[in-house]
């Protein structure tokens, strides 16, 4: 038996067009070939701090507590409701899709009386609506959106929310998962108090590292909670004397998942922050325009577009799941399926970190004209292509 | 301040002979260039389906729910206690060392009475407490044992204390992050319930990624609780769904370092599992006889020594730390201090998966020599290495 895993993993050739993970840059991959080294190595510690300054840029933050957690995205998910959260704590979650009802579903798990206030898949959260919840309900500790809804492609306008939520005396958090480095974000100047995202998207790493940052109000609550938080694996409190100058043992950190993460950050440093946001608008600017030359929809609205992902509604007549299939077996392109009430309605096509290239728009758009085309929709050949090349020309203007 | 990050990371030479990580081969290293596809990707399902019957190979079993966590082992101990107790359920840690007591935390973070059974640290666990203790209680649900306290050195014979428990209708469940790999392990034979490791030990790999085993006992267990487990992210339910031929979305897998594992556990396929494990008790028999020769104390009592990590007794008037420090400094040799109560007292020196080497040891012996004298301890040079090479000799016959 053994010998049917003597064989070295051949990877098979892809464009990471999905919702994440996207294409990893051979630098940053390459940095994982440096020798591990330890947890409390004094060069380690050299490595966290420098890639707490770089997310502290990247977040637009001076937050002491903005650090890599040892997980994906849903673990940070999971550390911001619990260590925020204490039993019977109100909070209000805004679902708009997906990873909002993920958002909601573990802050009840945590013990929190979980208020969720609905919007339409496809749709920011309502401004109004979210005042009448306030309004509704006293003393809730917390207000948690999404702001770049994965499942949906909709970017939820965050300024006008966090006023209001602040102006409840509440906190507000924060998932920019997806909008981290693909959309201009700001921790301290829109005053967030909870945020994370993920190494996989927009920041270039691989996946298995979820950068959190941890306002002042939020710190507070944190340091003087009455109860035990219930993870240990996820108590920040602790978390902190490692980050700290403290240095004490918690667990061991991913080390060469952390060399990545530097690498992926040091080149976003290269590349300035600015220009790489403004990268993701334009190759999305791109990907809508040839897509819309198809003759497809996209669901969300233009106003709350997400640049690393544009949802494309499935035509009738095509087969969702097929044609999938075929960019990935004939094209090498993944794209993703959609989540929860989309499932088979929509291709979730994402421009992310390293994938967010001119090139990836042209691959996809060239391969959906063939394969549409040959599913008996009709194409004008190259009709999406000259969209796109105009739509980038036009950016620059 | 950017232009301080445009260096690449300029990593130190080490040799790591502390509690782990552990060094990593490059082979293994390698295989994190590969690019990153997705968690969907049917590609990657083969990647998983081949980590996990690797894995089953490992921990001798052939339970389905068999897979890596996204987590270090101390993850895989909220996922363990989290996922088999609920609200109130009755537990007893048996508390021999820092990783017990870090267990036991865990357990009642969760929810569970949590009964403690102290041994003393250096000490295995006392099979005639443990029914003392299970005879008080009725209807404790589980037992937890660290099978290798890496706090102390110390190996917890199984057999009979797994017999017990189960005489008294509880579930075991056993730490096994640093004794898999690098001492006999037998999920199936020995009729263990719940066991779970952690890559950077014996097993070769990077730390990031701990591989957990769920038995028939505690699957029907998780399977049937009526209560929800607080934690989503380790919801093992859920993940299995994952790592089943549903294979339902659940978070995004750390591609990269899966293909680490993947590589690693190759790597021991090739070896050949029992020939790991005599690497690591070769290595650490060589390692004692040396320490001994230097005149220097071992914690644990002969019986029950650790193979992947020997705890040496500072002697009177030498600096614990300061040793280290020269090891680090002048040797790139990184051991561990001591945690909690031994703070101070105990070099822990680690021969583990790649680094459970005989060159290591000599580099180890040679260098403690060197050091001690200098700091007055008189020391007859070379007798820890002829006693090391006589050790290694003696082995083979």
Redesign the interface.
Known sequence: ??QT??E??K??E?I?M?A?????H?RV?????????????P?FFQ?MD?VG??LR?VFHTTNFMTAPL??????A??AACFNILEDGDKVIICRNGYFGD?LA??AR???AETIILDAPWGKPVDLNALENELKKHQDVKMVGVVHAETSTGVLTPLTEIIELVHSHNSLILVDAVTSLGGHDFRMDEWDIDVAYS?S?KCLGS???LAPITIGPRAEEVIKTRPS??????FNLKDLETYWSQTRA?????????T??L??S??MM??EGLENRINRHSKVASALRAGVSAIGLDILSEEEYRLNPLTPVVVPDGIDEADVRRQL?QDYKI?V?GA?GELRGKVWRVGLMGESARETNVFAFLSAMESILSKSGYEVAFGASLAAAQRALITFDE
Do not use: C, W
């Not at 991959?29 to 190595?41: E, F």
């Not at 035990?228 to 694996?233: H, R």
């Open positions: 038996m053994t895993y003597l070295e993993f990877n098979p892809r990471l999905g994440g993970p996207s294409s990893v051979p991959l390459q940095a994982m070939t440096k020798p591990v080294i330890g947890h409390l190595d060069d490595v420098e300054q770089m840029t040892s997980s994906t995205g849903t673990g998910m999971e993920r579903d573990i798990r945590g013990g993920a996989q691989p996946p298995g035990e938080v219930q993870s240990f694996y043992y918690h667990h061991t950190s991913p080390i060469s998942m060399y990545a530097r690498e950050l040091r440093m290269e990935l993944e993703s989540l």
